[in-house]
T-cell receptor
Framework: AQTVTQSQPEMSVQEAETVTLSCTYD???????LFWYKQPPSRQMILVIR??????QNATENRFSVNFQKAAKSFSLKISDSQLGDTAMYFC?????????????FGDGTTLTVKP | DTGVSQDPRHKITKRGQNVTFRCDPI?????LYWYRQTLGQGPEFLTY????????KSRLLSDRFSAERPKGSFSTLEIQRTEQGDSAMYLC?????????????FGPGTRLTVT
């Protein structure tokens, strides 16, 4: 079974600054995806960024980038130039890859507050 | 494409009553997932379908829970004889498998309160 751990329940950052959210996971699988999802207050969850485990290059999406360390089973999210709209709960998630892939396993989230 | 929709958005019921939730996935998506989320925690997997076939059920899903996706499109999740511990947000997600992406798109959720 897979587990995902987010060790920072809450974080805050000043607007325009950079913040890094941590995520570690445990799996015996070799082929998998990792995701970061954002859940704003009272709004639905949206995908921020995805990483395929076979890719060595870290994924980037505009102000969002990841630091994927497969051997260490670490998958952190860096948000650059933080904006007030980034205030949300952020979830790290794991999903097996392949024909039997299905469910995602989520961490318990990190609540990020961007301060003006 | 209007995204994943769920109905109702909120449901308040008395303990012992039955409730049913509906999820409409993104139209071309072949997989549909149900998760449960309690306050301050991440979503927990309940079950998922590929087309109309239910491929996996979590051990969290007691006999009081049943899900269907009869025509491979929308899905329903029924909870019989609700208990206070069933109070949670029920999330539906869908994905298109086999295109090399597989990420799940979530609906707004149905918040269930059992009194």
């Amino acid at each position: 079974a897979q587990t995902v751990t987010q060790s920072q329940p809450e974080m805050s950052v000043q607007e325009a600054e950079t913040v890094t959210l941590s995520c570690t996971y445990d799996t015996s699988e070799n082929n998998y995806y990792l995701f970061w999802y954002k859940q704003p207050p009272s709004r639905q969850m949206i995908l921020v960024i995805r990483q395929e485990a076979y890719k060595q290059q870290n994924a980037t999406e505009n102000r969002f980038s990841v630091n994927f360390q497969k051997a260490a089973k670490s998958f952190s999210l860096k948000i650059s130039d933080s904006q007030l709209g980034d205030t949300a709960m952020y979830f790290c998630a794991f999903m097996k890859q392949g024909t039997n892939a299905g469910k995602s396993t989520f961490g318990d989230g990190t609540t990020l507050t961007v301060k003006p | 494409d209007t995204g994943v929709s769920q109905d109702p958005r909120h449901k308040i019921t008395k303990r012992g009553q039955n409730v049913t939730f509906r999820c409409d996935p993104i139209s071309e998506h072949n997989r549909l997932y149900w998760y449960r989320q309690t306050l301050g925690q991440g979503p927990e997997f309940l079950t998922y379908f590929q087309n109309e076939a239910q491929l996996e059920k979590s051990r969290l899903l007691s006999d009081r829970f049943s899900a269907e996706r009869p025509k491979g499109s929308f899905s329903t999740l029924e909870i019989q004889r609700t208990e206070q511990g069933d109070s949670a947000m029920y999330l539906c997600a869908s994905s298109l498998t086999g295109q090399g992406r597989d990420e799940q798109y979530f609906g707004p959720g149905t918040r269930l309160t059992v009194t």
